[in-house]
């Protein structure tokens, strides 16, 4: 027996708002969350902007704040998501059995303790002895003692990326299974199409499911600067991301946290809960090309849509919406367009798709979690977001990509697309509630 997965809770902390009405508002009126850089100098950096998380404080959400102060950003965010669609979900006070309740994040790592790090190298510098480039090398004697000194032990801890999952299971007394899946920008898709595999096969009842991240800091931000992938808009940071436009050039780094209460339908009912609506489908695959590149011919993305579309038991031209992966690098937005046609076929032209990453930036690990509330409450409202900053088409991506304005559509069922780098895919079927 495979048992239906309904999702009674959601929460959320994004560049948008810190929950979710304020995000959907935001996404409704195309507004935009990006800004330069605030949380360190980023005056030299190739890109200067990002989407961050803004008027965030995690004494909103816990009596002692002060546990949390050697926390990293991903975790606060997770807290702050996490407790709000326990909330939402009514299972706040502890309506479940606590060895049937788990915890399934796509978490990041955590942010590093870089003023510290950084001491402790320039501090280990090796003597120069009038060799070349002496200065330029480190004297491991010296970083282990001076780390020792310096660096603070519950930070390093804290930096760990099942971090946040484990201050959830403590935080909501969740005793069951317990994990975390990294897989980049896939994440917080697969952890929700794994949370409800375990719910179908009976091995729990409710799962707290999604994602946390940030990389908004100096080693996230050179990483992908090294790797040419980040838009370096810097003169208009508002119109940076924009994703299916032919002028794109690159994504625009974000960070928040998605959470969803996941729960098997009849647990559900006995405690009179509320609905939001039903994951309905789960494909998952891996182009097993190029740690750097999507397959070009997009045949990852293509078998995990139709594999979404096959476990959901549905057609191509059941779905009336596509949240799109859409990052606005030149190679994902022209693959994924690929994709949806390869799948859909004649009906993909009479299929609109949208990206909310063209809004609130790219929040890595947390990015599918998001999205998918955000299918949930357009299937909610009968109301497309839109693709911001969509000016000139291109011709490779010649989909319906709901431009620069909300619109309003009936809705029944969406499709929600991670790619994750390195060849990830993730595709989530979620549905209104038919009893």
Known sequence: MRH????????????????????????????????PIT??????F???????VKDFSIADYVDDPERFVHSSPNILYAIGA???????????????QPPRFGVYLGAGEGGQDFERYMSVIARSRADDNGEEDAGETVDVEKFVR???????????????????????????????PNMNCLTACAASSQAI????????????????????????????????????????????????????DLNRDG???????????????????????????????YGSTADAYRITDIHPEGRGATACIKMALKDAGINRDDLQYINAH??????????????????????????????????????????????????????????LPPTRNYETPDPDCDLDYVPNEAREAPMHRALSNSFGFGGQNISLVLSEFNG
């Open 4 to 35: 239906r997965v309904v999702v009674t809770g959601i929460g959320c902390v994004t560049p948008l708002g810190n929950n979710v009405e304020q995000m959907w508002d935001s996404l409704k009126r195309c507004a935009n969350g990006v800004g």
């Open 39 to 44: 949380h360190f100098p980023a005056e030299d």
């Open 46 to 52: 190739p890109t200067r902007f990002a989407a961050e």
């Open 82 to 96: 996490a407790t709000q669609a326990m909330t939402d979900s009514g299972l706040a006070d502890g309506d479940f």
């Open 146 to 176: 001076f780390g020792l000194q310096t660096m603070e032990p519950q930070c390093e801890l804290e930096q760990e990326p099942n971090r946040p999952a484990g201050h959830l299971a403590g935080l909501f007394n969740a005793q069951g």
């Open 193 to 244: 199409g794994e949370a409800t595999e375990l719910i179908r096969r009976g091995d729990v009842d409710v799962m707290l499911s999604g994602g946390a991240h940030s990389m908004i800091h100096p080693f996230g931000v050179t990483g992908f600067s090294l790797l040419t992938a980040l838009s370096t808009h810097n003169e208009d940071p508002a119109a940076a991301s924009r994703p299916f």
């Open 251 to 281: 994504f625009v780094l974000g960070e928040g946290a998605g959470m969803l209460v996941l729960e098997e339908l009849e647990h559900a009912r006995a405690r009179g809960a509320h609905i939001h609506g039903e994951v309905l489908g």
């Open 326 to 383: 859409g990052t606005s690098t030149k190679v994902n937005d022209k693959v994924e367009t690929m994709a949806v046609r390869n799948t859909l076929e004649a009906d993909a032209d009479s299929t609109p798709v949208s990206s909310i990453k063209s809004m609130m930036g790219h929040l890595i690990a947390a990015a599918g979690s998001v999205e998918a509330i955000t299918c949930l409450l357009a299937i909610r409202d009968n109301v």
